[in-house]
């Protein structure tokens, strides 16, 4: 009896069940269970320890990463407690699992796409990277100037100067901007220029740019509209505008975390938008998304033609 007590004191504790429940469905580290959780990791890692010590949970290592995953074969822990807990975690989802939920599926998402191996061995493919495969595409391009609008800590604007000839990064936080400063001088990148402003009133001349970037900004925006007119109009005839953001979603709780004014777009919206703009050649198309995947990825292009642009007399 003392044993039962001690088991259901231990699942009276709503973060412990909310591991377990994420636990059900894949193995992941500590790290990957605070960001899915959104608790600090020290809190993750005690409640772990509980959860290990009470028979629930077990640890393993692979390819040099701890994992934790239920223990369901060879512990001590009766079946009718599992057949419990299973029972809990198919009922309908509240709002805390349903976000559990969108950043575990997020999570998925980035281990498919991305090339670590994640300590499974299995996918172990010596020089296999998108990051290389991002870097040889801009090998292709020539030399442009840039606009990395809404640059936040400025991966892609350093990541771009690379190939591009100026990246002008631009974002209304002096913090992001301070943190981008630093990294592309840890980088040695000296072709980037950053600059306050905002989204809607871009610090850049009428013409001065060959592609504006709107990388996952443009849901910050309170006027859309008049944010993709401005990157218009600061592109150059025959530029493009490149708008990289989320498909429309109703994960709510991103607005207070990450301070989302919209809660993405569909693609009828970003066609509208450019089109509304006055750029031709318009195309929408999935960059990233699955079925089950709470947040897809679209990219929308545009190019700005010549007759939007002053007219300029010809020299004799």
């Keep these: 009896m003392r044993d039962a007590a001690s088991l259901f004191r231990m699942l009276a504790d709503g973060t412990r069940l909310r591991l377990l429940r994420v636990l059900a469905q894949e193995r992941f580290n500590v790290t990957e269970l605070t960001r899915i959780i959104a ?18 949970v077990a640890e393993e290592r692979d390819a040099g ?22 029972s809990a975690f198919a009922a309908p989802a509240d709002r ?14 980035h281990r498919r796409e991305s090339f670590d191996t994640h300590g499974d061995p299995r996918r172990l493919v010596p020089g296999r990277s998108w990051a290389a495969w991002a ?77 504006a970037l709107l990388s996952q900004s443009l849901h910050h925006a309170g006027e859309p509209e008049r944010a993709v007119a401005d990157a218009v109009r600061v592109v150059r005839p025959g530029g493009r505008v490149l708008i990289m953001d989320l498909k429309e979603h109703q994960h709510s709780w991103v607005r207070a975390r990450f301070g989302d004014r919209r809660l993405g777009f ?7 938008l450019l089109t509304g703009a006055g750029l031709s050649d ?12 709470p947040f897809t990825v679209l990219i929308a292009s545009g190019r700005k033609v010549a007759s939007n642009a002053p007219r300029v007399p010809r020299q004799r």
């Design 65 to 86: 990463f701890v994992y934790y995953r239920l223990a369901r074969d060879g512990g001590d822990v009766s079946p009718m407690v599992w057949s419990l807990l299973d």
């Design 282 to 293: 318009v195309k929408v198309s999935v960059g990233s998304g699955r079925s089950g995947d």
């Design 135 to 211: 870097r040889a595409l801009g090998h292709l391009l020539p030399p442009l100037d840039v606009a990395d609008i809404g640059c936040g800590e400025g991966y892609l604007a350093v990541e771009m100067a690379a190939w591009a000839r100026m990246v002008t990064a631009v974002d209304r936080s002096d913090d992001v901007l301070e943190q981008g400063k630093t990294l592309a001088a840890r980088r040695h990148v000296a072709n980037v220029e950053w600059k306050k402003g905002d989204l809607a009133r871009l610090p850049l001349r009428e013409n001065s740019i060959d592609l």
């Design 39 to 56: 608790v600090a990791q020290s809190g993750v890692s005690r409640h772990l320890s509980m959860l290990k010590d009470a028979g629930l």
């Design 96 to 109: 805390q699992m349903r976000e559990d939920d969108a950043r575990l599926q997020d999570l998925l998402r």
């Design 266 to 272: 569909s693609e009828a919206e970003l066609r509208a």
